[in-house]
């Protein structure tokens, strides 16, 4: 799976728990808690769907490294497998 | 016979849509079963029977906008034979004629009986008079209702049915008028009065994350957990703040069960009750408020959750505020508020050290309890929440708040 494949998850996992959000104006590179109401019961929730579609577990100690949508592809990336991934094409 | 009237599911509700019907008749219920879905201005709501016998007669079918206390079905209590329940109902019949008339208008002189009235012209519409009072009142033309009554008559049945069928409803609309009438009932009846205290939160989190390292993500517990713990425990020792104030006087609720404000994504909140929360484990009370979160978004709740609740906690900390200065829900007495946690410089042991810190607040009922035990109530929460490990099991100093 490369990286536009994970956003595309990221994403997916993410507009099931915010139905209201636009995947298209979804800023990369700005915070996502800024972009999108999540309260804390939200983004257990949505670290719950990526554990489920990715069977990646964040531990709680990463969870301020996951600000922006890049910072979680990244470190969906790195987590599964750890190969350098594939740029989005 | 026992006759299942249309419950009230929360302060502002004086009418509910009948939906749906989970049992016909001849089915055996007992206790707790979910019997239909209602739809209040706030969500749908699977409404449970709270007794134990067969369904002799569905008396509404849905989709039908009913006010609240009608008889919407009729059951036979365990060992009744449908003929002593049909004796009794034409007893009742009796007692209370139907308000629309039922029976035919008695013909003018000189017409021909003969003419059955199927065949009257379409321009003449057979409607009772509680029916056009009522199709005025809903704004309804009844020229354009299908009568189901004698002669093609317009019943207020059809009135009603036609008013719930069309109109979607403005979901969005309804819940704030909703929240408008039970809050400014609140605030006309009820004699705040407002505390609030800042809670060191240290022990709690230091202990949270020491809990959940080693846990997988679908086994953590949040904040929220300990926080509606010690709540919950608290009140066994305060109990004045859990329960109901009803015709003049302080009625203590049976058990502790906190109605959790959750927001929906729609807009609007919604305050279901996680039941028994003194006695759950942090792990049963995250599946449960879990559990609760998600049909509440999904608009699947049940009717004991939408009125058990004794009191309510609400949390605004992740949308950023400090102070929660709470409307009570009626009949409620008490509602419990928390903020945001932040970073604050702390003294402890004569020291200034960075600390993780929650305004806890409370509004409570005058008529129910005063400022001292209010106080003490809060600083019993922020006692609790320095020994984290303790709230993992209801500690046996306290007495049990069941009645």
């Not at chain 2, 206390?69 to 007893?91: N, S």
């Not at chain 2, 006695?279 to 998600?294: G, Q, T």
Request: proline share 9%; aromatic share 4%; glycine share 6%.
């Amino acid at each position: 799976m490369n990286d536009h494949d994970l956003r595309e998850v990221v994403i997916a996992t993410l507009c099931r728990i915010a139905p209201e959000v636009a995947p298209g104006e979804l800023r990369s590179d700005a915070p996502l808690r800024d972009q999108v109401d999540l309260d804390s019961m939200d983004w257990l929730n949505f670290l719950v769907g990526l554990h489920g579609r990715l069977g990646v577990d964040i531990p709680e100690a990463d969870y301020r490294k996951l600000v922006t949508l890049d910072d979680v592809v990244a470190y969906l990336a790195a987590r599964r497998g750890g190969t350098p991934s594939m740029p989005a094409p | 016979m026992i006759e299942f009237k249309l419950p009230s599911l929360g302060a502002e509700m004086d009418e509910g849509t009948l939906l749906e019907w989970k049992v016909k008749p001849g089915d055996p219920v007992k206790k707790g079963d979910v019997v239909a879905v209602v739809d209040t201005s706030k969500s749908a709501i699977d409404v449970e029977i709270w007794e134990t016998g067969t369904v002799y007669e569905l008396v509404h079918q849905p989709p039908e906008v009913l006010p609240v206390g009608t008889v919407i079905a009729l059951l036979l209590e365990p060992g009744e034979t449908p003929e002593h329940a049909e004796m009794e109902r034409r007893r009742m019949a009796v007692a209370m004629p139907p308000p629309a008339p039922s029976a035919p208008a008695p013909l003018p002189p000189g017409s021909t009986p003969s003419r059955p009235a199927a065949e009257a012209p379409a321009a003449r519409v057979r409607v009772s008079p509680a029916a056009r009072k009522r199709a005025a009142d809903l704004g309804l033309d009844v020229a354009v209702i299908a009568g189901t009554g004698p002669q093609g008559a317009v019943t207020i049945e059809d009135v009603e049915k036609a008013a719930a069928r069309p109109a979607p409803k403005d979901r969005a609309a309804e819940m704030r008028r909703a929240i408008g009438a039970a809050m400014a009932r609140s605030k006309r009846e009820i004699p705040h009065y407002y505390l609030a205290t800042d809670i060191p939160l240290a022990r709690v989190t230091q202990w949270l994350a020491a809990r959940n390292r080693d846990r997988p993500v679908t086994e953590r517990l949040l904040l929220a957990v300990p926080l509606l713990k010690a709540v919950a425990l608290a009140l066994r020792k305060y109990p004045e703040f859990s329960g109901f104030f009803r015709q003049d006087r302080f009625v203590p609720g049976a058990g502790v069960h906190l109605g959790v404000a959750i927001s929906l994504r729609q807009g609007g909140l919604i305050a279901p009750a996680l039941r028994d929360v003194d006695v759950l484990s942090l792990d049963a009370l995250m599946r449960a408020l879990v559990d609760l979160v998600a049909r509440a978004r999904a608009l699947t709740l049940r009717s004991s959750e939408m009125t058990d609740a004794t009191i309510t906690v609400t949390n605004l900390g992740d949308e950023g505020v400090e102070l929660v200065q709470g409307v009570i829900y009626p009949p409620q007495v008490a509602l419990v508020g928390f903020g945001r946690v932040t970073e604050r410089p702390w003294v402890e042991n004569g020291q200034v050290v960075v600390m993780p810190v929650v305004t806890a607040s409370l509004a409570a009922d005058h008529r129910a309890s005063d400022g001292h035990r209010g106080a003490l109530f809060l600083a019993e929460i922020a006692r609790l929440l320095q020994a984290p490990e303790t709230l993992d099991t209801a500690s046996p100093s306290y007495p049990a708040a069941r009645s």
